[in-house]
């Protein structure tokens, strides 16, 4: 099979690249022109994450990279380059977006929603009328007050705690959309939180946790450059962070992630437009990421209800750094009938667990307690700035493949009943 596949280079994208090409499909890559050399990038992620040799070698063979800007009509290319690219594909997967949780809304929807209707003018325009593919999010839920998120709820009624989560909103509107006005089936699925046991590394793209960790290094620098902390001689402050402890988190193993979808894509179309939650059967408590973070930062996080009304100088920063601090409060629960129907139920899945994410922020066992300041800032920072991280060498084979490939996870997920509590 012929697909062409966009956000290749992505965390999501690199891991679904490798579990396309595991099932012989041969790809063109659209590769955001300007970002490098995306066949190379590939090949090194592949041998990074152990893929067979005759996998490595046959890639020049399997993929045609082809740069791309999916924000600009025609992707940017010539009107018969476009025309041949969309008549030489069976399938399109569209996993291309800007993710910043708080960026600029008008960026935001340029690049995730005009950029979805440009690939869907690529299926369009294709003679085989190839199966389009929608990489959305499970999080277009917003700030649904609904406690269980159903799979083919869309509903924008009652907002949306980013920008992020509007534009990926308003792109599987225009693919339902476009799905109804031309009788073209469209898959869309909405993974939750995605996550790797592989420790940092220069070849391999960040998953959300690293992300969250380099957030939370950034506001450290910044307290200590701003000498809001003492470096040398510290002592651990509390931070009061507006969230809910009863808050929990969707996470799923990545490469479990993609089995299910590419499974899910051998499936005949159902409709117009199928909908597939891609979670994990378990949701995590928030309290588990915070208590990781805290390993490598001298803070401790307090949740409240509302921000603090004397914020001291360091709750003021973390205050002015948005992210996947919006997410503390979160408590959906993704339903996943649609998926575990169509799959049958999971015989054994990745655990995550403290020792998977421990893996995947590369350390065995957090930092101890009374290693803080300026020594964990230096340790802490020389992993996780994006500067400093290229210079790193590489971990050897036994650290990125240490985490087992699969621990089966018999315990059922447990739904509730308890209410989202609104911002």
């Known amino acids: 099979m012929e697909i062409a596949i966009t956000g290749a280079t992505g965390f999501l994208g690199m891991h679904l690249v490798r579990e396309l090409l595991e099932r012989n499909a041969s790809l063109t890559v659209l590769a955001h022109a300007g970002s490098g050399d995306a066949a190379g990038r590939l090949a090194r992620f592949l041998q990074v994450t152990g893929a067979s040799p005759r996998l490595v070698d046959e890639l020049p063979r399997r993929i045609a990279v082809v740069d791309v800007d999916v924000a600009a009509p025609c992707l940017g290319l010539p009107r018969a380059e476009f025309r041949r690219v969309a008549d030489g594909v069976d399938a399109i997967w569209h996993s291309a977006a800007l993710t910043k949780l708080a960026g600029d809304l008008t960026e935001l929807h340029h690049v995730n929603v005009d950029g979805t209707r440009n690939m869907l003018a690529l299926a369009a325009a294709g003679g085989r009328r190839p199966r389009f593919y929608h990489v959305s999010t499970a999080f277009v839920a917003g700030l649904s007050q609904d406690s269980v998120?159903?799979?083919?709820?869309?509903?924008?009624?009652?907002?949306?705690?980013?920008?992020?989560?509007?534009?990926?909103?308003?792109?599987?509107?225009?693919?339902?959309?476009?799905?109804?006005?031309?009788?073209?089936?469209?898959?869309?699925?909405?993974?939750?939180?995605?996550?790797?046991?592989?420790?940092?590394?220069?070849?391999?793209?960040?998953?959300?946790?690293?992300?969250a960790a380099r957030f939370m290094l950034t506001v450290a620098s910044m307290a200590v450059e701003g000498n809001l902390v003492d470096a040398e001689e510290p002592t651990v402050q509390t931070v009061r962070v507006v969230g809910d402890p009863r808050a929990r988190w969707n996470m799923m193993a990545v490469e479990d992630a993609v089995h299910d979808?590419?499974?899910?894509?051998e499936?005949?179309?159902?409709?117009?437009?199928?909908?597939?939650?891609?979670?994990?059967?378990?949701?995590?408590?928030?309290?588990?990421?915070?208590?990781?973070?805290?390993?490598?930062?001298?803070?401790?996080?307090?949740?409240?209800?509302?921000?603090?009304?004397?914020?001291?100088?360091?709750?003021?920063?973390?205050?002015?750094?948005?992210?996947?601090?919006?997410?503390?409060?979160?408590?959906?629960?993704?339903?996943?009938?649609?998926?575990?129907?169509?799959?049958?139920?999971?015989?054994?899945?990745?655990?995550?667990?403290?020792?998977?994410?421990?893996?995947?922020?590369?350390?065995?066992?957090?930092?101890?307690?009374?290693?803080?300041?300026?020594?964990?800032?230096?340790?802490?920072?020389?992993?996780?700035?994006?500067?400093?991280?290229?210079?790193?060498?590489?971990?050897?084979?036994?650290?990125?493949?240490?985490?087992?490939?699969?621990?089966?996870?018999?315990?059922?997920?447990?739904?509730?009943?308890?209410?989202?509590?609104?911002?």
């Open 267 to 423: 499936r005949p179309p159902a409709g117009e437009t199928t909908t597939y939650h891609i979670v994990g059967s378990r949701d995590l408590p928030v309290s588990l990421p915070i208590d990781l973070l805290e390993s490598f930062l001298p803070v401790r996080v307090e949740l409240v209800e509302h921000p603090p009304a004397d914020p001291t100088p360091l709750e003021r920063i973390i205050s002015m750094v948005p992210g996947f601090l919006m997410y503390l409060r979160h408590r959906h629960v993704f339903d996943d009938t649609r998926t575990r129907t169509a799959l049958g139920e999971r015989l054994a899945e990745t655990l995550v667990d403290r020792d998977y994410l421990l893996s995947g922020l590369g350390v065995a066992d957090p930092p101890p307690a009374d290693l803080l300041g300026s020594e964990l800032l230096t340790r802490a920072l020389s992993a996780y700035d994006p500067t400093a991280r290229a210079t790193l060498a590489p971990p050897t084979d036994a650290a990125v493949h240490a985490y087992p490939a699969a621990r089966t996870d018999p315990a059922p997920r447990v739904e509730t009943t308890q209410g989202w509590s609104s911002p």
């Open 149 to 211: 998120v159903y799979e083919d709820r869309l509903d924008a009624s009652r907002g949306f705690a980013s920008p992020y989560e509007r534009s990926k909103y308003d792109a599987e509107v225009a693919v339902r959309q476009w799905s109804a006005a031309s009788g073209r089936p469209v898959v869309v699925f909405r993974p939750s939180v995605l996550v790797s046991h592989r420790p940092p590394h220069p070849d391999l793209p960040s998953d959300t946790l690293e992300a």
């Open 261 to 265: 979808m590419v499974r899910l894509a």
